[in-house]
């Protein structure tokens, strides 16, 4: 009889232990199994010219997904890509962003594309207090201008970029004064030229822009822009012309003799290299926002290893910026350790990042990312298929972001108060 | 402003009128003897590019790729063109304007997202086929000698589309149907079949048209729109179906904008728009067109 209540007892502290433990388990499980997935909104404008770098960019988010949710994710919570397309149209991005955070109820937002859509959705989404971080689009007006807490910008502004590429273009025809302009015309050409006037007008004394071209975004013919160009007889031209534009530019330059006489540089990224091939004007330059052979470091070399291994091409520098703008949020999560905008918005301001283009901060102040500008001279390469960059500069973005006092002089005038 | 800067800004128009006429031509004569405004003519355009690039690209012949790729483009572009006046457009001849247009639309759409899911965003480019690399000289002046094929081209499609219309007996039949169409048609003339020809006839010279480009700029989505709003003003101001309109219109339409370029860069495109105004104006029918009865 002894023996049967001591085996009694014994089942009984077994099954308590057992189901103690199963229920630790379980305890330890049910949070990981009820936390909701964090979900990050991509818009972009996959239409036109955007088209293409708008899917570069969604691949780049693809990719540190997969990487971050492999390893457990952030705060233990998986993250979750919505896509969205704004049609390159202000009044369906408006409509989409607000279909984002009402109905999918995203906690972040990505893109888009164009700096015109990209300053359309800004008003709604601050509206709803929903971070969005614009890795294509880079008018300073995002930052400035219509600065609002809830945009961090990871690509140089419109500013910056045509500062940096215009002492590129300085140091390499130091002589040049008298200049002539060429930009799309929309919000993006009208900023990076008026920035470079602003800063040729600094770095030569007397220089003189003798004509600007506003061609349509999307033009196919610009033979009429480069005859009146050239009848111009300018030293040099700045151009804020990219992607099929450009691509279309050069090879109609390039039978007028442009490029032989007249110093040039323009957006020839590596889309536009490749497209171009053997027509890429060899000794032209360029400016970019970086890609592998812009920063070749080791980590960006490592992903260029991932992303051939995703799609079997090379990524260009859209697909390398939207990689990073996805470990800038998953960095401001974990310090901020929640995904209240808010708290991650405050995390974010003043933060050191390293990411595929080495070290930058976000600048407290307007939220914008002391980050680097490449410019470089167009060359062949015995390494690669295609033409790439010699002389390559890397300008750190604290060198030509705008000061402090220019940008309260700016918020001033627009209302900003900050 | 010395005249060799003026003559170099004149044939950067010419070149312009020339590729315009190539899209516009097409455009003018479904709409002369259709009497549908093919708003997707454009978009056959933008298809001819494509095809000629992935054409091009599968040949790999160093010399002659592109040109025979050019005709199988258009060709290709041809028989869509018989599936889509089979399809869609026999319906519509009797149909209102908004009917037309809206239909038409619907191609443009389609188009645009075969278009995307066929060749995705990317901006493709095609290398000038030789001879017609470099430049030659005009007056001390640099010209780009692919332009001048393309001119050449165009000068070719009139001559061409002028000897269809008025000295054969298939023009005769076309001039017929755009003055009366009931009266062909009980002359015992099969008015179905000859529409399918005009439409498909459209369609290749839309083909082909994109593929002339695609070495002259790039071949990227929404070359389309871009190029059917300028001949939209091309036909307005020459006049609807018209073929001496349409020269007349491109020629305008490039050197207004060539010259718009040079003087007064801000408003080139909108100069183009503001001749169209005058000519609606004065002539609503167009400078060459005829009014509707």
Partial sequence: ?418 | MSFDVLFSQFMSGIARAALLFLVASGLSLTFGVLRVLNFAHGSLYMLGAFLSYSIWKLLLMPVLGFYVAAIIAALIMAAIGILIEFVLLRRLYARGWPEQLLSTYAIVLIITDLVKWAWGGEFLSIPRPRPFTGAVSLFGFPFPSYNFFVILLGLGLVVFLWWLVYKTRFGDIIRAAAHDREMVSALGIPIPWLFTWIFVLGAFIAGLSGAVTAPFGSVALGMDMEIIIECFAVVVIGGMGSLPGTLLGSFIVGEVYAFGIMFKPELALAFIFMVMAVVLIIRPWGIFGRPER
Avoid at chain 1, 305 to 326: C, E, L, M, S
Wanted: glycine share 8%.
């Fill in chain 1, 1 to 418: 009889m002894r023996k049967f209540a001591m085996l009694t007892v014994l089942v009984f502290i077994l099954s308590i232990i057992s189901v103690s433990v199963v229920m630790a388990q379980a305890k330890k499980a049910a949070p990981a199994a009820t936390k909701e997935p964090i979900k990050i909104g991509a818009i972009y404008d996959f239409a036109g010219g955007c088209h293409m770098y708008s899917e570069s960019g969604v691949k780049g988010i693809k990719i540190a997904l997969d990487e971050i949710n492999s390893k457990g994710g952030i705060l233990g919570r998986k993250l979750d890509l919505v896509v969205r397309d704004t049609e390159a149209k202000v009044d369906v991005a408006v409509r989409e962003v607000k279909d984002l955070i009402l109905r999918e109820k995203v906690n972040f937002l990505i893109g888009p594309c164009s700096s015109g859509t990209g300053l359309a959705m800004q008003v709604v989404h601050s509206e709803y207090k929903i971070l969005r971080i614009p890795p294509i689009a880079n008018t300073e007006a995002q930052t400035v201008d219509k600065f609002t807490p809830y945009v961090v910008q990871v690509v140089p502004n419109t500013y910056m970029e045509a500062i940096a590429a215009t002492r590129y273009l300085n140091k390499k025809v130091p002589t040049a004064k008298k200049f002539c302009t060429i930009g799309p015309d929309y919000e993006f050409g009208r900023r990076e030229e008026t920035a470079f006037a602003e800063e040729i007008k600094r770095l030569v004394p007397g220089a003189e822009i003798v004509y600007e071209a506003w061609p349509k975004l999307g033009e196919k013919d610009f033979t009429a822009f480069i005859t009146a160009i050239m009848a111009k007889k300018p030293d040099a031209v700045h151009g804020s012309l990219f992607g099929g534009d450009l691509v279309s530019f050069t090879k109609q330059a390039a039978p007028y003799g442009f490029f032989e006489k007249t110093p040039f540089i323009a957006l020839y990224d590596f889309p536009v290299l490749l497209a171009l091939g053997p027509d890429a004007p060899e000794g032209t330059f360029g400016f970019g926002r970086g890609c592998f052979f812009m920063d070749p470091n080791p980590k960006m070399m490592e992903f260029v290893g991932k992303y051939r291994k995703f799609t079997g091409a090379y990524p260009d520098g859209w697909a390398v910026q939207n990689y990073d703008a996805i470990y800038l949020l998953k960095a401001a999560i974990e310090k901020a350790k929640t995904i209240d905008t808010d708290a991650v918005v405050k995390a974010i301001e003043g933060m050191p990042f390293e990411g595929l283009r080495q070290k930058f901060t976000i600048r407290a102040l307007d939220h914008m990312g002391t980050v680097p500008c490449y410019q470089g001279t167009i060359a062949k390469d015995p390494n690669y298929p295609f033409k790439i960059w010699k002389d390559i500069t890397r300008v750190p973005g604290d060198q030509v972001i705008r000061p402090e006092a220019s940008v309260r002089e700016i918020w001033k005038k627009t209302g900003v108060v900050r």
